[in-house]
């Protein structure tokens, strides 16, 4: 348990509606990441951040935004919600001094209708 | 981009039985991870391996960095081991930890 947590763990929203996902880590690390995981793709990097106030873009990034304005806490923010972002959602940690060995919050279940 | 191709897509074993789940990538990394997804959704670091093997309990991995393969074994397999496995990797270059996914192998082990 590397103390990630993250909120709601399910939501259920309108299409053009506002959504930000929350990720909150206990330990300090520099490196959070945030990822979607949808049938038959795996799971692909939306954006990432590399410390306070830095972050940038990961292979699906459109329609996403983030921001980290504490070391503790990687904030998901779809601005306009689409039925294309249904999707479960999972952040994620690593530290660099253990070759970015990443580990996982327990995943936010987004339906947009 | 780097492609990420895992095999087989889907296994299923009988208790008991031992596995092999093959990665293959397309470029050179320098960082190479296999995860588990359990049946609820939870996604646990199983190996951080860019090369070499390594070893906890009756998991095994093993990296061919020059060959661009990596292997999970999997012995006296267990219904706990069921899941999706993922294997992932940075794209050459990287340096911050992003990783690309493969589709993962379904593994159902019969009890």
């Known amino acids: 348990d590397a103390g990630i947590t993250q909120s709601p763990r399910h939501k259920v929203t309108e299409t053009g509606t506002p959504v930000t996902l929350r990720c909150h880590q206990t330990?300090?690390?520099?490196?959070m990441y945030w990822y979607r995981q949808d049938p038959g793709h795996g799971l692909r990097l939306i954006h990432y951040s590399y410390g306070v106030k830095d972050t940038d873009k990961g292979e699906v990034s459109d329609g996403y935004s983030v921001s980290r304005s504490k070391t503790e806490d990687f904030l998901l923010t779809l601005e306009s919600a689409t039925s294309s972002q249904t999707s479960v959602y999972f952040c994620a940690i690593s530290t660099r001094d253990r070759g970015y060995e990443q580990y996982f919050g327990p995943g936010t279940r987004l339906t947009v209708t | 981009g780097i492609q990420v191709e895992q095999s087989p897509p889907d296994l299923i074993l009988q208790e008991g039985a031992n596995s092999t789940l093959r990665c293959n990538f397309s470029?050179?990394?320098?960082?190479l991870q296999w995860f588990h997804q359990n049946p609820w959704g939870q996604l646990i670091n199983l190996f951080y391996?860019?090369?070499g093997t390594k070893q906890n309990g009756r998991l095994s991995a093993t990296t061919v960095a020059t060959e661009r393969y990596s292997l999970l074994y999997i012995s006296s397999s267990q219904t706990t081991d069921s899941g999706v496995y993922f294997c992932a990797v940075e794209p050459p270059g990287g340096s911050q930890g992003n990783l690309i996914f493969g589709k993962g192998t379904k593994l159902s082990v019969k009890p």
């Open positions: 330990e300090n690390h520099r490196y």
């Open positions: 391996i860019p090369s």
């Open positions: 470029d050179s990394v320098n960082n």
